[in-house]
């Protein structure tokens, strides 16, 4: 069975920098995974934040510049780096996991498409 456990939220000030980590246990095709993270802030639906698809990595126009995505597959681990966080940012911050991964770019921006995903890690940025 697929498990999906993220890490690394916590409380940061404006400016400052977070490394999210996620990983995915119960699977040896880790490699062959599409990854990536969601984020639910108050008040706001889910909201696509960056996938990796094999070599191939997307963001939101909102974090783009800021946040970085990146995998270690012999760990079965994926990452999400952000720097100059911004108030903004604040928010439950959920990884995803697919498998096979998702072929279709449009499919990546909606939550319903992914096969997995974690509990969810806070992150919350002080002005």
Same mark, same amino acid.
């Given at each position: 069975?697929?498990?999906? &456990?993220?890490? %690394? /939220? /916590?409380? &940061?000030? @404006? %400016?400052? !920098?977070?490394?999210?980590?996620? $990983? &995915? !246990? %119960? =699977? =040896? ?12 802030? +108050? ?10 698809? /094999?070599?191939?990595? !997307?963001? @939101?126009?909102?974090?783009? %510049?800021?946040? $970085?995505?990146?995998?270690? #597959? @012999?760990? #079965? ?5 952000? *720097?100059?966080?911004? +108030? ?8 995803? @996991? *697919?498998? +096979? ?11 319903? #498409?992914? *096969? ?7 992150? =919350?940025? !002080?002005?």
């Amino acid at each position: 069975q697929v498990r999906v &456990v993220e890490s %690394g /939220g /916590g409380l &940061v000030q @404006a %400016g400052g !920098s977070l490394r999210l980590s996620c $990983t &995915v !246990s %119960g =699977t =040896t095709t880790f490699s062959t995974y599409g990854l990536g993270w969601f984020r639910l802030a +108050p008040g706001n639906e889910r909201e696509f934040v960056a996938t990796i698809q /094999g070599g191939s990595t !997307s963001y @939101a126009d909102s974090v783009k %510049g800021r946040f $970085t995505i990146s995998r270690d #597959n @012999a760990k #079965n681990t994926v990452f999400l780096q952000m *720097d100059s966080l911004k +108030p903004d940012d604040t928010a439950v911050y959920y990884c995803v @996991a *697919d498998s +096979p991964p998702l072929l279709i770019r449009s499919s990546w921006y909606s939550l319903e #498409n992914w *096969d997995y995903w974690g509990q969810g890690t806070q992150v =919350t940025v !002080s002005s």
